[in-house]
């Protein structure tokens, strides 16, 4: 059973920048697709960005392109997600998840409920 661990979050002002982390135990890393996820209080989670096992395909949300980076270190069992020009709107728990990769297809690397695995979430604030 994959264990994630995510770290990084916190409060930032507006324009300003933060660097996540998701650290992954109990499976082989380069076994999973992997995937950022957001959930504001009252609303849906929604699909931030995600990287194919070997780092050679990432996937971005519209809402950030151009803001935010996926990238991973499967030599450090580890997931990133640089965030930059943050705005109060980005304020959500974000979740890292995993997903098989020989089971999902890329195209469905956007969707969460593709993922099987979850962390607890690390909470960002974003203040005006």
């Known amino acids: 059973q994959m264990r994630l661990v995510e770290s990084g979050g916190g409060l930032v002002q507006a324009g300003g920048s933060l660097n996540l982390s998701c650290v992954a135990s109990?499976?082989?890393?380069?076994?999973?697709?992997m995937g950022w996820f957001r959930q504001a209080p009252g609303k849906d989670r929604d699909f931030v960005a995600a990287?194919?096992?070997?780092?050679?395909?990432?996937y971005h949300a519209d809402s950030m392109k151009g803001r935010v980076a996926i990238s991973r270190d499967n030599t450090k069992n580890t997931l990133y997600l640089q965030m930059s020009s943050l705005m109060p709107e980005d304020t959500a728990v974000y979740y890292c998840?995993?997903?098989?990769?020989?089971?999902?297809?890329?195209?469905?690397?956007?969707?969460?409920?593709?993922?099987?695995?979850w962390g607890q979430g690390t909470q960002v604030a974003v203040s005006s």
């Open positions: 990287i194919t096992w070997d780092g050679t395909s990432t």
């Open positions: 998840a995993a997903n098989h990769r020989f089971e999902v297809d890329n195209s469905d690397l956007t969707k969460w409920y593709a993922y099987v695995y």
């Open positions: 109990g499976g082989l890393f380069d076994f999973y697709n």
